[in-house]
């Protein structure tokens, strides 16, 4: 069934430590997104891209990097991870022609740095 | 800078009445809208969307669209507790623009049975 996964679900980490966080897709799709989300508060883009070798930064500043290697996957890495990257972070896939089909969601990572 | 706004809530309706979500946007330029719902703890999954002036019923549910107003609604018939859920506006870009959908804060919708 072609899907969007992400891994891991929950993850709580130590000030300092460098994570990835991973999402894959089996609908080949080109568009793939990244979103971040704190409890009550709306989606902010922070990192999307159009195909392989393709990465571009979204509306939110982030110190997340993103790398597209392959069509489906979509890792994002975080080097030195800190108490105010805690949140949600919820990857996304699209058609090319997205504007008019929406997205699809993974599951989600729910980030914990102490 | 391409706003979309909603009413956070949270929205009471009794079970069985019509739920009646709006949404404005400040961008002229937008062609499309999406409808989102979230539970809690959960990812937003796509509903509705809607790129024509008027109405697009689907189910229980109908997008309706004002492009002259900016302003898109959804409303939910025969409501019932399973459609107790935060309900997201998007919009596509422009050009321009990050090219990802832009995204309300969500209203926030309770039935009570």
């Known amino acids: 069934e072609a899907d969007i996964y992400q891994t891991p679900r929950y993850l709580v980490i130590g000030t300092g430590k460098k994570i990835t966080l991973e999402c894959s897709q089996t609908m080949g799709h080109d568009k793939m997104y990244w979103y971040q989300q704190d409890p009550g508060m709306e989606l902010h883009l922070i990192h999307y891209?159009?195909?392989?070798?393709?990465?571009e930064k979204g509306d939110l500043s982030s110190e997340s990097t993103v790398s597209r290697i392959r069509t489906e996957h979509f890792p994002l890495t975080l080097e030195s991870a800190r108490p105010s990257h805690t949140s949600q972070y919820l990857c996304?896939?699209?058609?090319?022609?997205?504007?008019?089909?929406?997205?699809?969601f993974g599951s989600g990572t729910r980030l914990t740095v102490v | 800078q391409k706003e979309v706004e909603q009413n956070s809530g949270p929205l009471s309706v009794p079970e069985g009445a019509i739920a009646s979500l709006n949404c404005t946007y400040s961008d002229r330029g937008s062609q499309s809208f999406f409808w989102y719902r979230q539970y809690s703890g959960k990812s937003p999954e796509l509903i509705m969307f809607?790129?024509?002036?008027g109405d697009k019923e689907d189910g229980r549910f109908t997008a309706q669209l004002n492009k002259a107003s900016q302003y898109v609604s959804l409303l939910i018939r025969d409501s019932q507790p399973s459609d107790s859920a935060t309900y997201l506006c998007?919009?596509?870009?422009?050009?321009?623009?990050?090219?990802?959908?832009?995204f309300g804060k969500g209203t926030h919708l309770i039935i009570q049975p």
């Open positions: 891209s159009y195909g392989v070798n393709s990465t």
């Open positions: 996304a896939s699209s058609e090319l022609s997205g504007g008019w089909h929406g997205y699809t």
């Open positions: 998007a919009a596509p870009p422009v050009r321009g623009g990050a090219d990802g959908l832009t």
């Open positions: 809607i790129y024509s002036n």
